[in-house]
């Protein structure tokens, strides 16, 4: 089944402790990206990968790394989480803009709570 | 990214009721997306467009692609209450990030 994965669903941290959300797909697509989700916001794009080794920031970049070392995993990496950093991460994925779709495929996404 | 402006916000309708919904922008883009969202769930894609002009339906659901390319509608006839969610839009220029509405959600009494 095509599908995009995440982990952990959930996560309850405290400030400063590092942490990564793993994601993947099986899809073979070569743009990823992330997303944070927050009441009245609506979806924000943290980082975007074009291709292995080729990340970007996005809307709403600071406080995160990522890597794309494999075409199908993109990590979100939090060294240093903070508080407002609460809310629910979204992994995305679709081909590249050199194909004829770009429909855009989401994971089921992680509730990450940091105290 | 672009503002891309969705309307309604909320929609409260009756089982049976046919919805309709829209997106609007400034921008002209050359793919629309509708997705759907469940409570603490993943977008789930609807519906994709590509040509001005374009009307696709997905069982009781039909998106239209404006043929200004700066706007796009989804209709849901004869909701039932399983179609309770958020609808959201998202729009795409050309090989760059997507741009997505606010959402509309959608509450189907019995």
């Known amino acids: 089944e095509a599908q995009v994965t995440q982990n952990p669903r959930y996560l309850i941290t405290v400030t400063g402790k590092k942490l990564t959300v793993t994601c993947s797909q099986n899809?073979?697509?070569?743009?990823m990206s992330w997303y944070r989700q927050d009441p009245g916001l609506g979806l924000r794009q943290i980082y975007y990968?074009?291709?292995?080794?080729?990340?970007d920031k996005g809307d709403v970049p600071e406080g995160y790394k990522v890597s794309r070392k494999e075409k199908r995993n993109f990590p979100l990496i939090l060294e240093s989480p903070s508080p407002n950093q609460t809310s629910l991460y979204f992994c995305?994925?679709?081909?590249?803009?050199?194909?004829?779709?770009?429909?855009?495929?989401f994971g089921p996404g992680t509730r990450l709570t940091v105290t | 990214g672009q503002q891309l402006n969705q309307s309604p916000q909320s929609m409260f309708i009756q089982e049976g009721e046919d919805v309709s919904m829209n997106c609007t922008s400034s921008?002209?883009?050359?793919?629309w997306l509708w997705y759907k969202q469940d409570p603490g769930e993943g977008p789930v894609l609807l519906i994709a467009l590509y040509k001005a002009g374009e009307l696709t339906s997905n069982g009781r659901l039909t998106a239209q692609f404006g043929i200004t390319r700066k706007d796009s509608f989804l209709n849901i006839s004869a909701s039932i209450p399983s179609d309770v969610g958020i609808y959201f839009c998202a729009a795409l220029q050309s090989g760059y990030a997507l741009n997505f509405g606010k959402g509309t959600s959608l509450l189907v009494t019995p």
């Open positions: 995305a994925s679709r081909p590249s803009s050199g194909g004829v779709s770009y429909e855009q495929y």
């Open positions: 921008s002209i883009f050359n793919t």
């Open positions: 899809m073979n697509h070569e743009y």
């Open positions: 990968s074009m291709n292995v080794e080729v990340t």
